[in-house]
């Protein structure tokens, strides 16, 4: 079957990626919400919904990831910018 040498139990190539997290946020003084995670994904879908639960802004979004410490060789924390406009 194809993909089996590659993906558990030969499962689709298409139908194996990563799940919607949803992550908790801190605010800061200047009306931003920061949000820490694990990986630097090329793209994000960044949602907003109001206290009913209905989305009321959604943007996809290439984060700009910039290494703010570690090195070049060994990584380290990266930080991106992303604006949602409500």
Known sequence: MPG???Y???DDP???GFA????SPRT???DAWIFA????PADLTVRAYDVAGTVI????????WKRIGGSEECG???HADVEVTL
């Open 4 to 6: 089996e040498d590659c």
């Open 8 to 10: 558990p139990d030969g």
């Open 14 to 16: 298409d139908a194996v």
């Open 20 to 23: 919607a997290t949803q992550l």
């Open 28 to 30: 800061d003084d200047d």
């Open 37 to 40: 995670m694990f990986d630097r």
């Open 57 to 64: 802004a959604e943007a996809a979004v290439e984060p700009r």
């Open 76 to 78: 380290g924390p990266h």
